[in-house]
């Protein structure tokens, strides 16, 4: 039944050339905003632990615990989400995870024994991060399908902008529900759970109208001949290596252009120490800030750390345009060139956060280092997916997406949350700071080596 419900649409009979030029661009704008809106949804019911991590009366090493879970059972799902979205329909697929998640955590806000039982907590965390493994791939399998090599570096831009928006908006909805429940902390802590799924449930049903699978879902060509022009010869091989995979099942696809590839491999080592930079400064951002000097921390409120999370996310936003533009533009395409210039930038900032010093009167000095972390960070996650995505024909976009999803899980944040946690308890701040450094000169080396000088445009004229 779960399979029927899942099952790609087919194509329909190829509408007029009139038809062709005009619905076009609509679906396509359709499809983007939709993956955009629905991803940024998921945003909205995936981090609210990390960012009531200053207010929940938890140890770091049970946060870590918490959210670990999370993470690893994300990392794994990408993958396996992957594997199935290149074999679904993401009309179906993308909301349907976005529904689901929506629901655990209603269910986490209403059951009163959830978030008092750091075991029940960790349980329905696992549940969650499974559901919230089904985001990526229908999205990074629209962009293959939707929109052409050279223009998805703009479009997979603009998509990625919903980690973002979802991320600094997630905690102004976890602040409604906080607002909600008057004055009873649990009561809060429990409304900053159920009030973002009910809002995420709302937007699975818009995203399920707006939509579509494939172009010729609709009866529209596919991308090659839509946009046929910006297609060298050069790239004749790979588009039929493209059409032979798309008869190939998945388990071949696996074994021939997934496992083998090296490229891939090194590409996914580095996704997983990105992350460790990624979710080891946004997880950790509101108790680092909220913990008291004498304790090592900066020493402000939790609702100022809480704000800390947000500044990150906005400086993000920033941060992908920029990497977008200097990947297209100064470096024709090559990410990994992108990633290590952002990378050195990472690591001059890191020393910064951890040497300016504590107390509120310079609070506006950290915030301005959290949003120029956001910007050097986001560009090479970023990177990260899309990457993973050209490696690949696209009928195993989704899959390799998945695999680099699950390094950037399993291994990155689970190292940048439990690891973490623990060093924060037994070691203290200046410990957890060396572990972010060491991994940001590792993936410097790991980007590079992942580097594929055919996939990039040096070649051509500006």
């Known amino acids: ?80 989400s992957g594997l199935i979205s290149d074999e679904s329909n993401s009309k179906i697929f993308l909301p349907l995870g976005l529904l689901l998640s929506g629901i655990i955590n209603i269910f986490i806000g209403v059951i009163p024994s959830v978030i008092t039982s750091v075991w029940l907590f960790t349980i329905f965390y696992l549940i969650n991060g499974w559901l919230q493994g089904m985001g990526w791939p229908p999205g990074a399998r629209t962009l293959v399908y939707w929109f052409g090599n050279k223009e ?18 997630a905690p102004l909805l976890a602040g409604a529900g906080l607002a909600l429940a008057g004055n009873d902390p649990l009561a809060q802590a429990r409304a900053a759970y159920w009030f973002p799924g009910v809002v995420v449930c709302i937007m699975a049903v818009i995203i399920y109208f707006i939509q579509e699978d494939t172009p010729e879902s609709v009866g529209l060509p596919p991308i090659e001949e839509y946009r046929s ?27 021939k252009y997934i496992l083998p590839n090296t490229k891939l491999m090194w590409s996914s080592l580095y996704a997983a120490l990105v992350y460790i ?17 004498q304790d090592g921390g900066k020493g402000i409120t939790a609702a100022a750390g809480m704000g800390g999370f947000s500044f990150f996310e906005l400086g993000g936003i920033a941060g992908m345009l920029i990497a977008g533009w200097v990947s297209a533009k100064l470096f024709k395409n090559s990410k990994p060139l992108t990633n290590v210039a952002c990378l050195i930038l990472t690591l001059v900032l890191l020393v910064a956060y951890w040497f300016i010093p504590a107390g509120p009167e310079y609070m506006i000095w950290d915030f301005a280092i959290l949003i120029g972390l956001g910007a050097s960070i986001y560009g090479p996650v970023m990177m990260v997916g899309l990457y993973a995505m050209e490696l690949v024909p696209k009928a195993a976009a989704g899959a390799a997406a998945g695999l680099s999803g699950t390094f950037s899980y399993v291994g990155g944040a689970t190292v940048a949350t439990l690891v973490i946690g623990i060093i924060v308890d037994n070691l203290g701040w200046g410990v957890a700071f060396i572990v972010f450094g060491i991994s940001g000169i590792a993936a410097i080396i790991c980007t590079l080596l992942s580097r594929d000088k055919s996939l990039e445009y040096w070649d051509e004229e500006k």
């Open 277 to 293: 930079l990624r979710y080891g400064i946004v997880s950790w951002t509101p108790k680092f800030l909220a913990t008291s000097i």
């Open 1 to 80: 039944m779960f399979k029927k419900l899942l099952a790609p649409p087919g194509k329909k009979p190829r509408l007029s050339d009139a038809e062709v030029a005009r619905k076009y661009p609509r679906y396509r704008t359709q499809v983007i905003i939709s993956i955009f809106v629905g991803y940024m949804g998921y945003y909205f019911v995936r981090n609210t632990t990390s960012i009531l991590s200053g207010i929940l009366k938890m140890s770091a090493t049970e946060i870590g615990i918490i959210t670990c879970a999370s993470y690893i059972a994300y990392g794994v799902s990408k993958f396996v």
């Open 229 to 255: 022009k910006e297609y060298r010869e050069s790239d004749n091989a790979k588009l039929e290596e493209d059409a032979a995979a798309v008869e190939m099942s998945m388990g071949e696809i696996v074994k």
């Open 152 to 169: 998805r570096i703009t479009y997979g831009t603009i998509w990625n902008l919903s980690h973002n928006f979802g991320g600094a908006i």
